[in-house]
């Protein structure tokens, strides 16, 4: 009998080990193929590779759609960071700490660009923002500006989450005892707790950082001719040719996402926060 229950469990523990394994491997076997792809010497691909270059990595840098694209790219993240962060916040603060009427609802709608898809809200905010031009005549269609907002309603999910999950893992008691000695409300989360969430708040900003900046499909509604992402720049290349150039790209997409987790990981444990 107990000889069969440790026997079912090493089993149970071995199959659970190997998804685990082939679930990482299913996710970073793409990642490990476009890398490889992107020194590959010749030009059209094909296995095995004649030789090794970093030729398509100095294509890259010659290529200006992919220059002003990351340059798009990188300002419309870090504006859509910003302003997600201004939202999510203080929203996490109320729907963690108060008590409403409608807070579950509230909760839903801010969590609501993780269900609709981003062709719809695409679709939504350029005819919003066509219409707003007409009427007022601010030119918000094709702005940096414009796509910062469409950018940061998807940003917005990623931020409530992290920061929420880390304000219910806050003790409401070290508030109470800030409140206790004199401070109000405001100054108990702002001195208080808000350092004590901090991880999750760094958290939040990388990670709606990198949805933002490999954003395609709500990017392509929102742009103007002439204007470009850095996807965008991938997709209208891949068009007209198919070379190692645009692996070559994407490795240096990879770079950058990764060089931001490990530094981000540097001061902050991201662990530390997933687990709470």
Same mark, same amino acid.
């Given at each position: 009998?107990?000889?069969? &229950? ?53 294509? /890259? ?17 870090? &504006? ?69 907002? =469409? ?108 060089? =931001? ?12 926060? /997933?687990?709470?």
């Amino acid at each position: 009998m107990v000889r069969g &229950l440790l026997l079912r469990e090493r089993v149970g523990r071995v199959t659970f080990q190997a998804a685990v394994g082939a679930a990482f491997v299913f996710m970073v076997l793409p990642i490990a193929l476009v890398l490889w792809l992107s020194f590959f010497a010749n030009e059209i691909l094909s296995l095995p590779p004649e030789g090794y270059s970093l030729r398509w990595y100095r294509e /890259v840098f010659a290529q200006r759609q992919f220059i002003n694209g990351f340059r798009t790219s990188l300002n419309v993240a870090l &504006l859509a960071t910003v302003c997600g962060l201004l939202v999510t916040t203080p929203a996490s603060f109320a729907l963690a700490r108060a008590r409403f009427r409608g807070r579950e609802a509230l909760f839903q709608l801010l969590m609501s660009p993780l269900i609709v898809p981003a062709i719809v809200i695409g679709t939504g905010l350029y005819m919003s923002f066509v219409e707003l031009e007409i009427l007022t005549g601010f030119p918000v269609v094709g702005s940096v500006w414009g796509l910062a907002i =469409g950018h940061t309603l998807i940003t917005i999910p990623w931020g409530m989450r992290l920061i929420t999950a880390n304000l219910v893992g806050v003790d409401r008691s070290v508030e109470e005892a800030a409140q206790s000695l004199g401070a109000s409300p405001l100054v108990a989360a702002l001195k208080v707790t808000l350092p004590l969430i901090w991880p999750g708040v760094v958290a939040a900003a990388l990670f709606s950082f990198v949805v933002s900046f490999g954003n395609l499909e709500i990017s392509l509604l929102l742009v103007t001719p002439g204007q470009t992402t850095l996807p965008i720049a991938i997709l209208q290349y891949l068009e007209w040719k198919i070379d190692p150039t645009i692996a070559a790209a994407s490795a240096l997409q990879i770079a950058i996402v990764g060089a =931001g987790l490990l530094l981000t990981d540097r001061f902050v444990s991201l662990t530390k926060v /997933v687990q709470r």
